[in-house]
């Protein structure tokens, strides 16, 4: 009888929490996604909680049965049973069966299809990679260095002389990550690990020294770091004192205005 | 402190010791002189001349010597060395009085306090730390930290004290000293020299770590990674050297552990009677035994990488090897912390509950296949910086650890369901933790799927999901320990009203604190970093304000605890009518434990009315007892 009234209240709470956490996946738990791998994030994440909730709530349940129903008062003795059960066949049971089951299925998805989707993303072979923006990232003690080599741009700037990373929206890109310092080619101890974060794509790599990472991504929203400051380049790995400040601001935008920003780069460049 | 005592018959007469002075300042002063004459040493061999007085060598040359002089000083030369090598030593251990936790002792309960004492002040070190850090993060831009590397080595100090002298020591060195003995029946520890030594590494790990600044600023974080570490100043090196220390003593706690669990239980002390403790403590060990030499090995080679240079971690070595290497330890690392956890949830739940632990074989087979498979799930910490071929099946075991981990909730909540659950302070501290660890636990779901993990990773729900499964783990179910056992341990007992009540605020705000940093890792707020965009600002602030408050719930804590330690209520001998054996000794228990070497009888968790005491203690016994421990220990029946 006791198990029947916890079950009912466990599953009239699973149904409200449920309730609430569709009103939350409907706003967005990330905050603010902006990138076809963003998307992949947001499902995988949205998923898990939709399943995790019911887990949650069981537990914290029989906490609060235990405290409620079962607590003896201070100083009461209650009679002991004669023996108590040490054990029941069917709560264990389900319990170890359910856990499995529960971790097998997350490891079949989100795990394995969202990670299996995001690493046919990756392919260069993929058709939307075969003529994807190429944008060189240089990672160095602390600033990241975007250049754009189809278009003949070795550092993009923003009018404040910032480094700023300009992308239309809608086509893949090619980000090319290396951490060293160009300007600092003789010592071996300048170059560290640094991670390339856009926290509005849901994605970061690591960028390490001496290795060049890919990373092709398609960026799915008109946005600016005025707009939205998790619109930015930011480095996750700590890297020594200036890592805080090791941000650039990201503009997406349509194919017009990157065409413009190109030339005006152009113009910028050419006189030096 | 003052300790009732069964007389024990080797009680020296305390007059025939004369100590020159405090063991403890004489610890410090051999210490320096230890450090003066190594460094001196270096200088004098320094073939380039014009170097500073103290250099990078000079100092860890030096710190070897600072270590060896603080530990001969705190009483180990006339305990230790001088016997070892054949001269006379007048020195006699004190059985009494306050002065024997300020010096080298060989009684596991003096150690086991020991340990937790430095624990205790390396938490609230750390955790003035932490307010510091808390502090800084109220504003967007730096304020008392003039320089950003100020902040990142508080963040290191913080994590390091943290980790290396307080997750790995309270139930450790702490409980694990002090308690397993006594609950195995045992007379006393295997390793009792050895184990008198390694605590005083404690103090001074903690203090290596803490005044590294002099040295320098370092800005890795706890993990002193290369090479990044490579480039920071010197004050990375005594990271390196005072978690050797700290990391050394965590060793030796799991040697004498395992051995005294394996060599000298109670006749009738079966593996199946063994206490839940006992076990954690056994896993533990084993975990401590294969993965702390691979992270020495490690920070050695990351030392000398800083001394030499070796090149083993820049461009032209191998990059990402420490970072490897490191988790390989990293999280195993994280069940030591958490295994000892588990096992005292479903220790205090059935004494509590006064009903039979629920499918004890479960719990245990829990404890064991956690350990086997932390081992097998470090790489989830590189998802971003590893080769994709690899991600997959580290993100399979990672998932598969949480099935293990939740037999330990499995046994709590079966064993709790319709019991005569007495809703005491430590009871309830039980549950806090439990609930808390489950956050920290499903948060951990999140982390451990690639794709979530690549927006989730060096973020700030990193960072609230490993306070959640720490703090809520180590420090909520530590702090049940200390309310459990404060009756046995002190013989005293704490005021109930006070502990509930500080229990309750510590819950609130731990969890208005910690909660929100999930909040704060989704928008986009990531880890080290003294400034950060202004549109994070308000939350920071508010969090600022709870962790403050949680700072203040926590001093309260400790003042009760100590309160209760001096000044409580006298204790009943077994006010939980629990029926592990440390209860069927006097509170506090003498030298040797028990008057008799205790006979375990029957199941120590089985609750019921027609239950035989578990614990024996014959008359006939008592001779066997008093040649045993002439000999050093009674042998394992089975």
């Known amino acids: ?272 | 402190m003052a300790q009732t005592l069964s007389t024990p018959s080797s009680a020296p007469s305390p007059s025939t010791r004369r100590a020159p002075m405090p063991p403890v300042l004489r610890g410090f002063l051999w210490a320096a002189v230890g450090f003066l004459i190594l460094n001196i040493v270096v200088d004098v061999v320094d073939p380039f001349r014009g170097h500073p007085f103290v250099t990078g060598p000079s100092a860890t040359i030096g710190w070897v010597g600072a270590l060896v002089g603080w530990l001969l000083g705190v009483g180990a030369f006339e305990g230790v060395a001088l016997p070892l090598f054949g001269y006379p030593s007048r020195w006699t251990e004190r059985t009494t009085g306050w002065r024997r936790y300020f010096e080298y002792s060989t009684d596991h309960k003096v150690i086991g306090l020991q340990y937790l004492g430095s624990a205790m002040g390396g938490f609230l070190i750390a955790g003035l730390v932490a307010m510091l850090m808390r502090w800084e993060l109220m504003s967007a831009h730096l304020t008392i930290f003039h320089y950003p590397t100020n902040y990142l080595t508080a963040v290191g100090i913080h994590g390091t004290i943290m980790m290396f002298s307080v997750a790995n020591v309270a139930l450790l060195g702490g409980f694990g000293n002090y308690m397993v003995p006594i609950m195995i029946g045992a007379r006393g520890t295997a390793f009792p020299k050895l184990s008198g030594i390694s605590v005083w590494l404690v103090p001074a790990g903690i203090l290596t770590v803490l005044f590294s600044p002099l040295l320098g600023a370092w800005t890795t974080g706890w993990r002193g990674y290369q090479p990044l570490a490579a480039q920071d100043p010197n004050g990375i090196l005594f990271y390196y050297l005072g978690v050797a220390a700290l990391t050394t003593s965590t060793f030796i706690v799991a040697l004498n552990m395992v051995t005294t669990v394996m060599f000298r239980r109670a006749p009738g002390m079966t593996w199946g009677r063994l206490p839940l403790f006992a076990w954690g403590q056994v896993t533990v060990g084993l975990l401590v035994l294969i993965w702390i030499p691979e992270i020495q090995a490690t920070f050695v080679m990351g030392l000398l990488e800083k001394l030499v240079p070796f090149n083993f971690f820049t461009a032209t070595g191998s990059v990402l090897s420490y970072l490897e290497l490191f988790w390989i330890f990293g999280h195993p690392e994280v069940y030591m912390i958490a295994v000892p956890v588990f096992a005292l949830w479903n220790e205090i739940i059935p004494v509590m509950s006064q009903k039979s632990l629920f499918a004890r074989e479960w719990a245990v087979i829990g404890l064991v296949f956690v350990m086997l498979l932390s081992g097998l799930v470090w790489a989830h910490h590189l998802f971003t910086n590893m080769r994709n071929s690899e991600i997959l099946p580290f993100a399979f075991f990672t998932e598969m650890i949480s099935i293990p981990t939740g037999f330990a909730y499995m046994a709590g909540i079966g064993t709790m369901w319709k019991g005569h659950v007495r809703l005491t302070t430590p009871m309830l501290l039980v549950l806090m933790s439990m609930f808390n660890f489950l956050i920290g636990g499903l948060t951990g779901v999140f982390l451990a799927d690639p794709i979530v993990n690549m927006q989730l990773h060096d973020t700030f729900w990193v960072v609230g999901h490993f306070h959640y499964t720490v703090i809520g783990s180590i420090v909520f179910t530590g702090l049940a320990a200390v309310y459990y056992w404060l009756p046995k341990m002190s013989g005293r007992m704490y005021s109930e009203f006070w502990g509930k009540f500080l229990a309750i605020a510590l819950f609130l705000f731990f969890n208005a604190t910690f909660s929100q940093f999930f909040l704060l890792g989704l928008h986009g707020m990531n880890r080290w970093v003294p400034a950060y965009p202004r549109y994070l600002q308000p939350m920071n602030f508010e969090v600022s304000i709870f962790a403050f408050l949680l700072g203040l719930a926590f001093v309260a804590q400790f003042v009760h605890i100590i309160w209760a330690w001096r000044k409580g209520a006298k204790a009943p001998e077994n006010p939980w009518q629990a029926r592990t054996p440390e209860w069927f000794t006097s509170s506090p228990p003498p030298r040797d434990n028990f008057p008799v070497q205790p006979e375990i009888v029957s199941s120590l968790y089985i609750y019921g009315a027609e239950q035989p005491v578990a614990v024996h203690m014959s008359a006939e016994q008592e001779l066997a007892a008093a040649r045993d421990s002439n000999e050093g220990g009674e042998h394992p029946h089975g």
Request: charged share 15%.
């Open chain 1, 1 to 272: 009888m006791e198990s029947i009234i916890f079950g009912i209240v466990w599953i009239v709470l699973s149904v409200i929490g449920e309730w609430a956490a569709r009103i939350l996946i409907n706003h967005d738990p990330l905050y603010y996604t902006a990138s076809n791998i963003g998307l992949m994030v947001e499902h995988a994440f949205d998923f898990i909680l939709v399943v995790l909730l019911p887990i949650f709530a069981f537990v914290v349940v029989s906490f609060i049965w235990t405290m409620v129903r079962f607590r003896v008062k201070k100083g009461e003795r209650p009679q002991l049973p004669k023996h108590w059960t040490k054990s029941n066949r069917w709560f264990v049971g389900i319990w170890i069966m359910g856990s499995i089951l529960v971790n097998l299925m997350f490891v079949l998805h989100p795990t394995t299809t969202a990670t299996e989707h995001f690493f046919a993303l990756e392919q260069p072979s993929a058709p939307q990679n075969r003529h994807a923006i190429v944008v060189d990232v240089t990672a160095r003690q602390w600033e990241w260095i975007f250049s754009y080599p189809q278009y003949g741009l070795t550092q993009t700037l923003n009018a404040n002389g910032q480094d700023m990373l300009e992308l239309p929206v809608n086509r893949t890109v090619k980000l090319v990550l290396r951490s060293y310092d160009p300007y600092h080619t003789y010592d071996q101890y300048a170059d560290v690990i640094h991670s390339f974060w856009v926290p509005s794509w849901g994605i970061k790599e690591d960028v390490i020294p001496g290795e060049t990472r890919i990373l092709y991504i398609t960026p799915t929203k008109i946005t600016s770091f005025s707009q939205n400051p998790m619109s930015r380049v930011q480095c996750a790995e700590v890297c020594g004192p200036g890592h805080p400040w090791m941000e650039a601001p990201l503009n997406v935008v349509s194919q017009s205005t990157f065409t413009r920003w190109i030339a005006q780069q152009k113009a910028l460049q050419s006189k030096g």
